[in-house]
């Protein structure tokens, strides 16, 4: 019998394997997982940078609706306050600059110099009872409302590409590919008190 299970032994040892293992398929496939995660992780890239491009596109369609108020805003508030010169040329300054290239900052700069108009408009009673300003008051405080929802949209896709670029392998493939950190649209703090309206 045990002459039996060595013949057995002999012809299972002399038996190719069910299958071989060709080195090279195993380097071609880790190869094309490889590219297949790259391509998947590009694409990834492109997507939320495109989502960033989007809530930036947002935020422009409130910023240039709250600024086409600002002539009507500056037209009721001149006549009251005509020594208020110096903002208003600079609020027509910051329009020009906004309108040609729909930078972020200098919005920024012209939202709160909205706000200075405001301020001054609420400061004066002669305004406070103009029907014109309140009703270019109320446009505003609406208009604040959706812009605000805007940045938040924006806020969270930039941190969400910016985690994602700077994450371990993305940041790898993120420099690799010219991905770039985006800057939070953020108002400087001693300009984010909200003009009160009445």
């Given at each position: 019998m045990?002459?039996?299970m060595l013949?057995?032994?002999?012809?299972?040892?002399e038996r190719e394997p069910l299958f071989s293992i060709n080195?090279?398929?195993v380097v071609g496939f880790i190869a094309i997982v490889a590219i297949l995660f790259?391509?998947?992780e590009y694409n990834r890239f492109v997507q939320l940078r495109h989502k960033i491009k989007?809530?930036?596109s947002g935020i422009d369609v409130y910023l240039t609706q709250r600024f086409d108020l600002i002539p009507n805003l500056v037209e009721c508030v001149k006549g009251y306050a005509a020594h208020e010169e110096r903002v208003f040329t600079e609020m027509a300054r910051l329009r020009g600059e906004y309108d040609m290239n729909k930078n972020l900052k200098a919005g920024s700069e012209l939202y709160n110099k909205c706000n200075e108009v405001l301020a001054i408009g609420e400061s004066n009673p002669y305004l406070q009872a103009s029907e014109?300003?309140?009703n270019l008051q109320k446009n505003l405080t609406k208009m604040e409302s959706q812009l605000q929802a805007a940045r938040r949209i924006y806020n969270g896709d930039v941190t969400l590409y910016n985690t994602t670029i700077s994450t371990f392998p993305n940041s790898f493939f993120?420099?690799?590919f010219g991905f770039?950190?985006?800057?939070?649209?953020?108002?400087e703090e001693y300009k984010k008190e909200n003009v009160k309206i009445n």
């Open positions: 045990s002459d039996t013949q057995i032994a002999a012809t299972t040892a080195p090279l398929a790259i391509i998947a989007q809530a930036k014109q300003f309140l993120a420099s690799l770039h950190e985006e800057e939070l649209f953020v108002i």
